[in-house]
């Protein structure tokens, strides 16, 4: 499990990004409904993004790290596809407008944050 600790911020952030898709998602189109409408938003993305996680972390060393520019867009894409097939399975719409928003969703929140950092990183 130790080897896995470094990847763990990584995993958290991506998670809170998939949360926050999915609650702005609900505040856009179904403003206050529950909480458990963002569980039922989110569900087939957070697995998605545990899926990406660990396949990366099987992958390594020959893959990019989690936490890298290219790791977040191997992140992404996992996402996105292994997501949105989970979403079309448990019945949830895949409207092509859905499917561009989500990818540009999941881009700038996934991409972004480690973009951040490496930017904060050089500058440091």
């Known amino acids: 499990m130790s080897s896995w600790r470094p990847a763990l911020p990584a995993l958290a952030a991506d998670l809170v990004a998939v949360v926050a898709f999915a609650a702005a998602g609900r ?43 290219r ?19 448990s019945g949830r719409g895949l409207d092509p407008a859905f499917l561009v928003v989500a990818l540009l969703s999941l881009v ?3 991409v972004g944050w480690r973009l951040v950092r490496v930017l904060g990183r050089r500058r440091g």
Request: cysteine-free; charged content about 5%.
């Open 27 to 69: 505040q856009s189109h179904e403003p206050g409904s529950a909480v458990w409408t963002v569980a039922t938003i989110a569900w087939p993305f957070a697995v998605a993004v545990v899926a990406a996680h660990v396949a990366l972390a099987l992958a390594v060393p020959r893959g990019p790290a989690v936490g890298s520019v």
């Open 71 to 89: 790791g977040g867009a191997v992140v992404v894409a996992t996402t996105f596809v292994v997501g949105m097939t989970l979403r079309g399975l």
């Open 108 to 110: 700038v929140l996934m």
